[in-house]
């Protein structure tokens, strides 16, 4: 069991950080596609990469030493059909007139390594069924795919990592594999035809895609914080770091001119699909922008400057800068917590009478008159509120 349990285990210990190098790009895409990122997508599809990883790992792990490998002179492949039948039938302890070695048998390697790669292959029928809606026909396909992509790597040994391969390519594992696909497919339509259907879950995130929540809006910051820090890496190239507070400057800066640019939008809320807009039209939104900016980066600013005074205390003057600046982060920890509440804008915005709201629905008119003019259907569920702040 040991040979089963080792690679699982990598995968458990690897997967994190995969998923965590996945997700940022991953919530980009759900809320460009779909407005929204769903937690029961992102469940299912994350467990489909885990899985697959899994797999994987079962096929190529434990990696044996490259010397021993070379030293090997075993047959390469196994090309006889149902082998493996013939072998339990043989080989192994089973005897139809003996009851008493039916258990033993079903204990032997002879029926645990074909039950194996039965059962390696189900759950990808039951995500290529359930999820991606494919039909028996074409789980059939991929699942041979699959599989003749795990035999081939085999043979290969690892894409000629290895001198020859350490693992047998075995015809039958493809019979198993492809039927084990077959098998999850079965399974999905016997009994798991109750689950949420692809297009329910579609049609959730397009109500939710007018809702601008703090995932959105930490997903948007964390992309224009990531081109502030390419700005300001250029920066100190071009001028061999000798720009002060260049890091500062960048960020004081960047906000208002691409938000100016680009109607409200900054790269991060341009491929989140968030705006800047006046909460009423008394105003120009120029204006509104600019002031929202320069209260926020202004205010960021003062903090940075008054935590270089704290190693420098000697009056009391400077004593006060620093309880002034320990209440102003007090002050932006509270307001950054509240934040979290539905429907709840940071003080700037209050200030500046500015809100994010979603561009999703907007971006989506041109395409949904495209599908009219062509007689195709428009899409079954539409944005409802383009002003709420809530939602994920």
Not at 182 to 187: D, K, P, R
Not at 219 to 238: M, Q, W
Not at 338 to 366: C, H, I, Q
Request: charged share 20%; proline share 6%.
């Amino acid at each position: 069991m040991d040979a089963y349990f080792l690679p699982i285990g990598t995968a458990a210990w690897q997967f994190p950080i995969i998923a965590a190098l996945l997700t940022l790009p991953y919530a980009v895409y759900s809320y460009r596609k779909y407005g929204a990122v769903s937690a029961y997508r992102s469940l299912l599809l994350f467990s489909m990469l885990f899985y697959l990883q899994c797999a994987f790992y079962l096929v190529i792990l434990p990696l044996p030493d490259p010397s021993e490998v070379a030293k090997m002179t075993g047959p390469y492949a196994e090309l006889t059909p149902f082998r493996n039948v013939y072998d339990f039938i043989v080989k192994s302890s089973f005897d139809p007139a003996r009851p008493s070695t039916w258990l033993r048998a079903l204990r032997e390697s002879y029926f645990l390594e074909p039950l194996f790669n039965l059962t390696l292959t189900i759950p990808f029928g039951v995500y290529l069924a359930y999820y991606f809606r494919k039909s028996l026909k074409k789980v059939i396909l991929f699942s041979f795919l699959l599989s003749a992509f795990f035999e081939l790597t085999q043979l290969t040994g690892l894409f000629f990592l290895y001198p020859r391969p350490y693992r047998l390519f075995d015809i039958n594992d493809l019979l198993l594999n492809t039927l084990g696909g077959v098998c999850g497919c079965l399974i999905y339509t016997r009994f798991l035809q109750k689950l949420p259907s692809k297009r329910r879950i579609d049609e959730r995130s397009l109500e939710k895609s007018a809702r601008v929540g703090f995932v959105r809006r930490l997903v948007a910051l964390l992309i224009d914080s990531l081109v502030i820090l390419a700005i300001d890496l250029l920066l100190g190239l071009f001028a061999g770091g000798g720009v002060p507070y260049s890091g500062s400057l960048v960020f004081f800066v960047y906000y208002p001119a691409f938000a100016l640019a680009l109607r409200g939008r900054t790269p991060g809320k341009l491929l989140v699909k968030i705006r800047i807009e006046r909460i009423d039209g008394g105003v120009s939104p120029h204006l509104s922008i600019c002031l929202r900016y320069v209260l926020r980066n202004a205010f960021l600013l003062a903090l940075q400057f008054l935590s270089h005074l704290i190693p420098e205390i000697e009056t009391r003057q400077q004593a006060v800068f620093v309880v002034v600046f320990l209440l102003a982060v007090a002050f932006s920890f509270v307001d950054l917590c509240l934040s979290f509440r539905r429907g709840r804008r940071l003080w700037y915005e209050m200030l500046s009478k500015t809100r994010n709201a979603s561009s999703f629905a907007d971006d989506r008119v041109p395409k949904r008159r495209e599908s009219a003019a062509d007689g195709r259907n428009t899409d079954p569920a539409e944005a409802k509120d383009a002003h709420e702040t809530d939602g994920v």
